[in-house]
């Protein structure tokens, strides 16, 4: 089948060229399909957004009132205009969804971000065979095998456990990873009182607010270092190093992301415990996927782009990558 011919990409977003809408786009645009919450795609300024109500709700948090938005819920199809358009669950973060879009008897699956292992405060990544997928690479190099969040939670709680007056300080991004390291805390048994940094409580509350159980969460403010010691405290990574960690009691610095699986990265941001804990697809998830799908053609938006496309010529699978702005490499 030929390449798309109505699907553009561009530098600042991906262009659905017979409605003149475009996903995840930089600029403000007329008419924006959102894939999820994360600032470098969801970006305020459009004059109507289609997105799921927990994106839509994510933005109204980071980006202010959204007066366009439109909600589409996961499996509903809706029709742009010639071109239909429906969102399926991306596994990334909450409300996350890839966005399939059917035209003149192609049907492209845009993934935005995704990972395939489940995770207990989003939906799970639900495949949809397609002639395009246009994918992400964030970890899209063979060294990038994440271990299960399971054995990393385990790891994290016994050196809680063995260093009883201490705290465990656990920097994570703020949308997304925070929750599930929480929500992965609560599973392995973990219920005591979780403290907070400021900057994670409003999408902890949104996260609650749409369901998702996070149990006993404290905010710092106020609690003395008696009270947060042998405890586990959350906080964004530019925290970890901050003078606001300097009250925390003999803090093990600890970081969960898929870049720890770089050991100079955790060395240099001063990370005593590295957590290999993604919402990324690693590179056998990634490759399994686009062999799941079985695509004629594979688009590769940021990250290790090269790898992936050559990965897929080798396998007789056409590719390219896609240069798109703000997206070189994820904070993760």
């Known amino acids: 089948m030929a390449s798309p011919d109505w ?8 262009h659905i060229a017979p409605v003149d809408m475009w996903i995840d ?19 305020g300024g459009h004059g109507k957004v289609l997105a799921t109500a927990e994106t839509l709700a994510i933005m109204a948090v980071r980006c202010g009132p959204q007066p366009g938005a439109q909600v589409a819920r996961y499996g509903e199809t809706v029709d742009l205009g010639g071109v239909t358009a429906r969102f ?3 596994g990334h ?15 492209i699956v845009v993934s935005g971000d995704y990972k395939r292992a489940a995770d207990p405060t989003c939906a799970r990544f639900e495949p949809v065979p397609c002639d395009v997928f246009v ?8 060294v990038f095998r994440h271990p299960p ?26 949308l997304g990873k925070a929750q599930r390291v929480i929500a992965e805390l609560r599973a392995a048994g973990h219920d ?17 607010d749409f369901g998702v159980e996070l149990g006993d969460l404290r905010p710092t403010t106020g609690a003395t270092a008696a009270e947060m010691t042998g405890r586990i405290v959350m906080a964004p990574p530019s925290a970890l190093t901050d003078r606001w960690s300097r009250r925390l009691p003999d803090p093990i610095t600890a970081m969960a992301s898929g870049w720890m699986r770089v050991r100079q990265r955790a060395k240099q941001r001063g990370v005593e415990l590295p957590l290999i804990i993604s919402d990324h697809a690693d590179w056998p998830e990634l490759t399994a996927t686009v062999r799941e799908l079985a695509p004629g053609e594979v688009w590769v938006t940021h990250g290790r782009e090269e790898a992936l496309v050559h990965w897929c010529q080798q396998h007789q699978i056409r590719a390219r990558a896609l240069a798109l702005v703000g997206r070189e490499e994820e904070a993760e």
């Open 88 to 90: 399926v669950p991306a």
């Open 7 to 14: 699907l553009i990409p561009h530098r600042d977003g991906i």
């Open 25 to 43: 786009p930089a600029p403000p645009r007329d008419r924006a399909l959102v894939t999820h919450g994360h600032s470098d795609h969801a970006r």
């Open 149 to 174: 969040a399971a054995g990393e939670i385990a790891t994290a709680l016994a050196r809680l456990a063995a260093n009883p007056d201490r705290c465990l300080l656990i920097g994570a991004y703020a």
């Open 93 to 107: 973060v909450l409300g996350s969804a890839q966005i399939v879009l059917e035209h003149k008897g192609q049907r």
């Open 135 to 142: 994918t992400e690479a964030t970890f899209g190099l063979p």
């Open 192 to 208: 005591a009182p979780i403290y907070l940094h400021g900057a994670l409580t409003r999408i902890c509350q949104l996260y609650a």
